[in-house]
C-alpha cells in the first residue's frame, strides 16, 4: 500500500505560483510514477501532469505545459508539481497518484493505483 497525501494548495492571484507537495508513505516511489490530476466544480477529473519512473519522463496537459513542472524526488519520497503563470481557469481541487505503469498512454489516464485526498488550489483574477 502506497498512503499519499498533497499540501501546498491555497488562494493564488493570476499570474502566480504555487507548488504543490505529495508525500508518500508506505512503499518507495522509486518504482512509481507520479501522476497529477485536477477537479473543477461541475467538471470531470482531468489529466494534468505526470513524471514517469522510467527515463526520467514527464507528461502534460496541453492546457499546463509550459507552465508547470511535475517532479519526483526518490530519496524523500515526494512527487511536486510546481505551478507558474496561474489563470483563474486552474482553479480545481489537485489530486496526486501514484501508478506501476510508465507508458503515457495509462498515465493521462485516472487509472493510477494510488490516490491522495485532494489539495485546492483557486486562482483569483
Known amino acids: 500500500q502506497v498512503r499519499l497525501v498533497e499540501s501546498g494548495g491555497g488562494l493564488a492571484q493570476a499570474g502566480g505560483s504555487l507548488r504543490l507537495s505529495c508525500t508518500a508513505t508506505?512503499?518507495?516511489?522509486?518504482?512509481?510514477?507520479v501522476g497529477w490530476f485536477r477537479r473543477a466544480p461541475g467538471k470531470e477529473r482531468e489529466f494534468v501532469a505526470a513524471a514517469s519512473w522510467t527515463g526520467g519522463n514527464v507528461y502534460y496537459a496541453d492546457s499546463v505545459k509550459g507552465r508547470f513542472t511535475a517532479s519526483r524526488d526518490t530519496d524523500n519520497n515526494m512527487g511536486y508539481l510546481q505551478m507558474s503563470s496561474l489563470k483563474p481557469e486552474d482553479t480545481a481541487e489537485y489530486f496526486c497518484a501514484a501508478s506501476l505503469r510508465w507508458r503515457p498512454s495509462e498515465l493521462t489516464r485516472p487509472t493510477y493505483d494510488y490516490w491522495g485526498q485532494g489539495t485546492q488550489v483557486t486562482v483569483s483574477s
Open positions: 508506505g512503499r518507495p516511489l522509486r518504482n512509481y510514477s
